[in-house]
């Protein structure tokens, strides 16, 4: 059973940087897609960014590219994602989810059959 726990997340500033963290159980990053998803109050949850089990990575244009960075250690078995500039409209539970391998990861939500119960990230001043 594959177990995927976030973290990182706060109250920032507009303006701020964030890195949120997905530690991972139950297999490696090796044989797993990972992705991570953002839901605003009211909205259906969005892809962010994804990266694949060889470490090749997709980022949404439309949440904001150049703002995502994703990143992995197989080492400690965790992906992160970096937001930079963050701007109150990226207020948000930032959840991720895990799937064996599809070769290519995506960004649709319903390709992921596991998921962590998300963390919240509020930009105010």
């Known amino acids: 059973q594959l177990q995927l726990v976030e973290s990182g997340g706060g109250l920032v500033r507009p303006g701020g940087s964030l890195r949120l963290s997905c530690a991972v159980s139950g297999s490696t990053l090796d044989y797993l897609d990972i992705g991570w998803f953002r839901q605003a109050p009211g909205k259906e949850r969005e892809g962010v960014s994804c990266?694949?089990?060889?470490?090749?990575?997709?980022v949404s244009v439309d949440s904001g590219n150049g703002r995502f960075t994703i990143s992995r250690d197989n080492a400690k078995n965790t992906v992160y994602l970096r937001i930079d500039s963050l701007s109150p409209e990226y207020t948000a539970g930032y959840y991720c989810?895990?799937?064996?391998?599809?070769?290519?990861?995506?960004?649709?939500?319903?390709?992921?059959?596991?998921w962590g119960r998300g963390t919240e990230v509020t930009v105010s001043s």
């Open positions: 990266i694949d089990s060889r470490g090749s990575t997709m």
């Open positions: 989810g895990g799937r064996s391998t599809g070769g290519v990861c995506s960004l649709e939500s319903s390709r992921y059959d596991y």
